[in-house]
């Protein structure tokens, strides 16, 4: 066979899924199960699945839900080597000016980033989301425009920022869906659990640090409910009461948003209402992790003969409690590939089925960087053939 020709690999699995019998069945749930929110969603972190949802796509002020964005925003840029913890940021007139919930900075002061994600996270502080977005983008209106850049690369087709802040505007707008999106992309950083898991801590703040802000999650599943990591609430008179919740419980971590609750004890109790839907009814299945060898292909001209095919990322399928089901596997690589071969490179994919339909793709990756042979690599294949 030619080495461009593909090699298509299917082996049928069968998953034989013995748990617990949920107290109550998922079509008996459906038909009782109802949010008392204006808006919510419950989705499987792992796959990106939406369990439940009530008007996902309506567009509706999210309030401080909105900083969700400017922790991802902040998170990427730390990863990708903008801008780092121990960065220290001069606080600006712009910030200070900031109403609502705030930690009370001050213009000219100094606070580190990891300090001002801090106050993000538990206080919702408006003038620390600000302070944040100027230091990362130097301007309020630059961050802007970063933000809603972000928002559609993630799909949030139904979102507007008009603020770093979540503030009333008329053109600030989202849905449970888009930030049920952005929540999840969040999550992948598991860093800002370090902050979103806080309960309570404290803060330096003034220009000569001598007043101490004690900062209260103002989420409260974070000491309430059993797995909470996350991960944020806002509420204003236009918004009502908000809350993206996230809680993980073995293999299953699921994102909960509620929007427009009329008082903060009703957002707390639908989104355990929503968490202990999908607990008591769903388990996450583990495929693979990430780097996982799924099977070898020949190197054509390379310095190694074979190269081990890995996942590219983890694979997970989200299933019903006390089902079983037929997941097929099918495994789609060339039969040889030429050298170079870059580390990760995409050569083929793994495909996920259940009952016929498709339910995952992941990207098959070389495991390793492999040369070009060489003359001495040449020589060494022939007195091994031999």
Known sequence: MGRKILRFISIYLTIILILLSPNISSAESEEVFDIDAKSALLMDFNTGEIIYEKNPHERLAPASISKVMVLLIAMESIEDGKISLDDEVIISGNAESMGGSQVFLEEGEVQKVDDLIK?????????ASVALGEHISKSESAFLKLMNKRAKELGMENTNFANATGLPNDNHYTTAYDIAIMSRELMKYPKIQDWLTLWMAEMKVSRDKDIVQGLVNTNRLIKDYDGANGIKTGSTQEAGFCLSGSAKRGNLQLISVVLGCENSKIRFEE??????????????????????????????KGSEEFTNIVLGRDSFILVPEGSSSNVEKEINIPETIDAPIEIDRVIG??????????????DLVCEKKIEKANVLDMIKKIINMY
């Open 349 to 362: 994919e793994l495909i996920l089925q259940i009952d016929g339909k498709t339910i995952d793709k992941v």
């Open 119 to 127: 106050a993000i996270s538990l206080r919702s502080a408006n003038d």
């Open 271 to 300: 989104s355990k209402r929503l968490l202990d839907y999908g607990f008591d009814n769903y388990n996450s299945v583990t495929i693979g992790k990430k780097g996982d060898i799924v099977a070898q292909t020949k190197v054509n």
